[in-house]
């Protein structure tokens, strides 16, 4: 069965740091562009970030640039959020996703919003 798990989620003050993780079951990403989204209550989800399967090339949601980077790792099947200068509007609930779109829509990976595979959710909050 396909799954997408997250987690690094949890409590931190703002200025502070966290890693997300993205694990797959049951394939592989090499071939899947990987995205990363966020919901906070009452609000609308919206996409952070993504990195394409075509060439690696990232992308980011502009009130994050310079503070979160996407990576990932294949050989441990994984995909990573570092969230670094963390302010109280990023809390929200991250979730990643996967999907096999074609290299010539990748570029628009963090707006559009038919993934396939989704994971559960991992909570992020920011606060003092």
């Known amino acids: 069965q396909s799954q997408l798990v997250e987690s690094g989620g949890g409590l931190v003050q703002p200025g502070g740091s966290l890693r997300l993780s993205c694990a797959a079951s049951?394939?592989?990403?090499?071939?899947?562009?990987i995205g990363w989204f966020r919901q906070a209550p009452g609000k609308e989800r919206e996409g952070v970030s993504c990195?394409?399967?075509?060439?690696?090339?990232?992308y980011y949601l502009d009130s994050v640039k310079g503070r979160f980077t996407i990576s990932r790792d294949n050989a441990k099947n994984t995909v990573y959020l570092q969230m670094n200068s963390l302010k109280p509007e990023d809390t929200a609930v991250y979730y990643c996703?996967?999907?096999?779109?074609?290299?010539?829509?990748?570029?628009?990976?963090?707006?559009?919003?038919?993934?396939?595979?989704w994971g559960q959710g991992t909570q992020v909050t920011v606060s003092s």
């Open positions: 996703a996967a999907d096999s779109m074609k290299p010539a829509v990748q570029h628009m990976c963090v707006t559009v919003n038919p993934y396939v595979y």
């Open positions: 049951g394939f592989t990403l090499d071939y899947y562009t």
């Open positions: 990195i394409s399967s075509s060439d690696g090339s990232t």
